[in-house]
């Protein structure tokens, strides 16, 4: 058995508490591990990516991964982490995201494979739906004292009413039963011996283990647990979130030019944690683009890389090149060329958030001067004065070339047959669309 899979976590920093015994388990023999997802929404974030990539370098070090859709737990809720209770999803909310997350892990796991190592899915749903209250109570809550569950971290933080908490219901205090459940099951079902996640999952992964150990009775019961650090930013803010929320793994809820921009856009000392973390390259390449990037910060070469392999994981490489593209338009000495080669879907990412007006294809054809494209037709500048002034002392741009107040907008500026963009200095940009 070739495996250096729990060195590879530590020299990325991908490695948090590890439970005695459970490297030498991993090198001994091929071992089956889970991860838990939460079906909170149908798609997940860039925080689950850390997840998602475990269980991608499991599989390469020749281990079996368990993705689990918590279709159950779901249905709770994790108090791991939060301060408030969450509001419970209906069974068609919860099944629609199921299903989303079921397929956004397909595009990283291969459920298909016939490898002997090859990914299993499986939703905790499926095993707990016919779990009566009487027999959970009987069976799992006879095996683990209060006293056990109270002195875990999730719980004595809810309890204690720190972060302004307001207590914990029974509901999501048995949230750990269950998922320590989910464990037993998956190591009677499918000889699963480890279960991995987060920092803030260590207390609900170990009372699993330990619901291993109790419920087999009997017998020499191995169970190992094993975590990765929580994704932090070097600033404090929070990690995987922009202007617009969450930065999402679906281009349907965050583009892939967006995407593309928010690892292009990381500081410094986050993109040197970061190209450890979410990529595959190994450690002679990283530490050589760290060296170079060290050199010459201004090149960007290592936000650069990062961005070109994270787009390329999530997404595919011709949906990087394309966000690269049009990243490198809004800089080029060609630019009134260089963005009619965009598609309108990428188009429009580029431009999203920025002030559009509409003008009809009639007013258009009649003719549209600078001061009616500034103001009279679409109000972006206050008044026709503010407009003539703008364009007096010479601070308007037609997609990127400077006009004057007698030009007049035709056919050669519209870009995709319907798109103008203007500027007014450096950072105020403005769209007409015509219609």
Known sequence: MTNAFVEELRWRGMLHDIMPGTEEQLNKEMTTAYIGFDPTSDSLHIGSLVPIILLVHLEKAGHKPIALVGGATGMIGDPSGKSDERNLLDEETLNHNVNGIKNVLSRFLNFESKEPNAPVLVNNYDWMKDFTF??????????????YMMAKDSVKKRLSGEEGSAGMSFTEFTYQ???????????????????????????????????????????????????CPLITK??????????????????????????????????????????????????????????????????????????????????????????????????????????????????????????????????????????????????????????????????????????NENYQLGDSDLINNRYIIINKGKKNTYIIKVI
């Open 134 to 147: 009487i027999d959970f109570a009987r069976d799992v809550g006879k095996r683990i004292t209060v006293n």
């Open 177 to 227: 039963l269950i998922q320590g459940y989910d464990f037993y099951h998956l190591y009677k079902t499918h000889n699963c011996m480890l279960q991995m996640g987060g920092s803030d999952q260590w207390g609900n992964i170990t009372t699993g283990t330990e619901l291993v150990r109790r419920m087999n009775v009997g017998e020499e019961a191995k169970a190992y647990a094993m975590t």
């Open 234 to 403: 070097a600033d404090g803010s929070k990690f995987g979130k922009s202007e617009g929320g969450n930065i999402w793994l679906d281009a349907d809820k965050t583009s892939v030019y967006k995407f593309y921009q928010f690892w292009l856009n990381t500081s410094d000392v986050d993109a040197e944690k970061y190209i450890k973390i979410f990529t595959f390259l190994d450690k002679e390449t990283i530490n050589g683009l760290i060296s170079d990037h060290q050199e010459e910060p201004h090149l960007r070469l290592l936000q650069k890389r990062l961005a070109e392999e994270v787009t390329t994981f999530v997404h595919s490489k011709d949906d990087f090149e394309n966000a690269e593209k049009a990243s490198n338009i809004l800089f080029s000495k060609t630019f009134k060329e260089d963005i009619k080669t965009l598609d309108e879907k990428t188009f429009l990412d580029v431009f999203e958030g920025v002030p559009l007006a509409e003008i009809s294809r009639s007013d258009y054809n009649n003719g549209l001067d600078m001061i009616g494209a500034l103001s009279a037709q679409t109000n972006f500048l206050t008044s026709n004065s503010d407009a003539r002034r703008a364009l007096k002392e010479n601070s308007i741009s037609v997609n990127k070339e400077k006009v």
